[in-house]
């Protein structure tokens, strides 16, 4: 794509050429100036000019909007991250941790955890991904400690540890067991972490992500 072969948009262009590769995700504006993808009801985009963040509307592009590399905005925004080393990152060695599929099953349990239960997720749609993407626990003496998944445009996420298990390194393997799943499939582990996320970014570098340029917005204009 024209803007994204710049350097300065590595991350972006992994992110956008993994997406349409991967999610079925049209190209539907490739100017020099301007990438936009959409995959189901969600456009992703990315501009060269501050102004058409703003203005994104004229291009065509409405409802479900992301918004990559974006200036910060009077909202609430992520930065994106990329794992772009070619190889995996080096497998962890502690036997004492089990990471397995969770069933669809235990969506009642994932989507109370997640968030609090305020993720936004409908138990319904809990269960769907867990089928299409799969959600990862870890298991400590036969216990579910925690559990990491994949949201629907294949980004990482939904990163819980329970308070007993904390502060023993679970939130990086979990991370690291879920990079190299993904990168058993040819893709490229992303994930999107709130500005506020202090532990999340400092796990996400200490991971070796790269982090993209300016903010990202999610924005769902049936929601405003």
């Not at 409405?62 to 992520?78: F, I, K, Q, S, W």
């Not at 080393?85 to 089990?98: F, H, Q, R």
């Not at 269960?127 to 980004?155: C, N, P, Q, T, W």
């Not at 340029?213 to 924005?219: A, E, F, K, L, P």
């Amino acid at each position: 794509m024209k803007l994204l072969d710049s350097d300065k948009y590595i991350v972006e262009r992994a992110v956008i050429e993994d997406t349409v590769r991967f999610e079925n995700a049209e190209v539907v504006v490739d100017e020099p100036h301007a990438s936009v993808i959409r995959s189901g009801s969600w456009y992703k985009c990315v501009f060269e000019d501050e102004r058409d963040y703003k203005d994104y509307r004229k291009y065509g592009i409405h409802g479900n909007v992301c918004l990559l590399g974006a200036p910060e905005m009077d909202r609430y925004g992520c930065f994106t991250f990329a794992y772009l080393n070619p190889m995996p990152p080096l497998p962890d060695v502690n036997t004492a941790v089990e990471i397995k599929r969770l069933a669809p099953s235990l969506a009642g349990t994932v989507l109370a955890a997640y968030h609090n239960g305020e993720s936004g997720y409908t138990l319904e749609r809990m269960e769907k991904l867990m089928r299409d993407k799969g959600i990862f626990g870890a298991i400590v003496d036969g216990k579910l400690a925690g559990f990491i998944g994949r949201h629907g445009d294949g980004s990482m996420g939904m990163l819980e540890v329970f308070e007993p298990f904390r502060r023993r390194g679970l939130a990086a393997r979990l991370e690291k067991f879920l990079m190299t799943y993904v990168m058993t499939f040819g893709r490229v582990p992303k994930c999107d972490v709130y500005t506020d996320n202090t532990a999340s970014m400092a796990l996400q570098n200490k991971l070796g992500l790269t982090r993209g340029v300016g903010y990202t917005y999610w924005i769902d204009e049936d929601e405003e």
